[in-house]
């Protein structure tokens, strides 16, 4: 028996690094928040950041238990960098500028910055009296950017300001042009200008993924130079500007891209359809304006031939300011996602009626908005929309891609006589 007072602690167990590095993989990840698995989940990139900061905090756990661990978690713990306040650029900049003189936390280990692969930045520089301290956010920010190598993702989330994006931080993009995938400039703060989009952009040769404010090119024509890698375009509004300089031809056999998503405008984007829409395979519509929708569906069916995938957000399904929903036409699609801010059960069942008759072609049909399905799920009558469900031809999916009769079922317990019936095809 122990002497009474003793407090030894006996050694954890010595498994092999690999097996270590999976349980730190495991206790830290967040799916769909890095290459390439963001790539499908491109439009999600704003919403991910409470989830990332919550597996920061777990990683700095994790660096804090023992020199082992810290050593062995440093590259999770860099691999996504959250930017969120000056004391936060501060601490990066400071660990980036040691190492790179030799001062590091472990002598001889290369910088961490090797290890970042993604970068969000929603530093607030609304604070505009103080000038002296804006540059050195800026010339930090550069510094930052310039010593992360390998970085694939960056997204500008800065609130509220009013400063143009710096050449110094545009130039610090283009030191690793070839490894940036994804730029996030979604946001209506601290953008580039016009010109300056366009310059870095042309010097991005591997970018896949770009979320901008704006776009203005002449004619609705974007440069060839770009659409050769760029694979998924979201803006908020595509502007045409007459006497922009712009390419007069399209050089189809660069164009790779095939998702186009639309965050706001009051005017459809024709003509980026007309020249762009036989491209497009996913499409997704989160205007919010209502007297567009119709509009929009005829450019899709007119101008994307190639569609397979739609998603669309609206407030209701049903408004005085929607045309009847029989009037809606949808393309051709396997895939219908919906983004409702209200939905009751018998709309839903209008609706997907309505989808049985018109879209032939349809499989899955997808509620993307958690709040709206747990509602929807609380106020059905439980037996007969089992029942109503199992009589639509196609998957009928919540938010998490789980059949909606499933979470019936396991949402009430009473329902166990109830059986899902539907020929094997879900």
Not at 51 to 58: P, Q, R, W
Not at 147 to 167: D, N, Q, R, T, Y
Not at 171 to 177: I, M, S
Request: aromatic share 10%.
């Amino acid at each position: 028996m122990a002497a009474k007072g003793s407090h030894h602690v006996p050694h954890p167990p010595r498994f092999p690094v690999e097996v270590w590095q999976n349980i730190f993989e495991l206790a830290t990840e967040v799916p769909y928040t890095l290459v390439p698995g963001l790539y499908e989940k491109s439009d999600c990139i704003r919403d991910q950041h409470s989830a990332l900061e919550a597996a920061l905090a777990t990683k700095r756990s994790l660096v804090l238990v023992c020199k082992q661990w810290q050593r062995m978690t440093m590259c999770y713990l860099y691999r996504i960098a959250l930017i969120r306040t000056g004391f936060d650029l501060l601490a990066l900049d400071h660990t980036l500028q040691n190492y790179a003189a030799g001062n590091g936390s472990f002598v001889g280990t290369r910088s961490p910055g090797h290890w970042t692969r993604r970068l969000d930045i929603t530093l607030d520089l609304s604070d505009e009296s103080k000038c002296e301290e804006l540059d050195r956010c800026v010339k930090r920010l550069a510094d930052v950017i310039g010593s992360l190598p390998k970085l694939e993702i960056v997204s500008f989330a800065i609130p509220a300001s009013v400063v143009i994006m710096p050449f110094r931080v545009l130039d610090a993009l283009r030191c690793f042009a070839n490894s940036l995938r994804i730029l996030d400039w979604s946001g209506r703060h601290f953008l580039p200008q016009v010109h300056q989009l366009e310059e870095l952009l042309r010097d991005l040769p591997y970018l896949r993924v770009l979320h901008c404010h704006q776009l203005v090119w002449a004619n609705g024509i974007i440069p060839s130079s770009i659409l050769s890698s760029l694979t998924t375009l979201a803006v908020e509004d595509l502007v045409e500007r007459v006497g922009h300089p712009g390419e007069g031809d399209l050089r189809e056999a660069c164009v790779s891209l095939r998702e186009f998503i639309l965050y706001g405008g009051r005017t459809t984007p024709q003509e980026f359809l007309i020249h762009y829409g036989k491209y497009l395979m996913v499409v997704k519509w989160y205007s919010t304006f209502s007297d567009c929708f119709g509009e929009a569906l005829d450019l899709l069916n007119e101008y994307c031939p190639n569609l397979d995938r739609f998603t669309f957000r609206r407030h209701s399904l049903f408004s005085r300011c929607l045309p009847p929903m029989k009037t809606w036409s949808f393309p051709r699609i396997s895939y219908l996602g919906a983004k409702l801010d209200v939905l009751d059960f018998r709309g839903l069942l209008q609706f997907l009626a309505h989808l049985r008759n018109t879209v032939p072609t349809l499989r899955v049909f997808q509620l993307i908005c958690p709040r709206v399905v747990e509602e929807l799920l609380e106020g059905c009558p439980r037996a007969s929309a089992l029942k109503d469900l199992n009589e639509i031809p196609f998957r009928v999916e919540d938010d998490r891609g789980n059949l909606l009769s499933d979470r019936l079922l396991r949402s009430d317990s009473t329902s166990g006589g109830a059986i899902r019936n539907h020929s094997g095809k879900w």
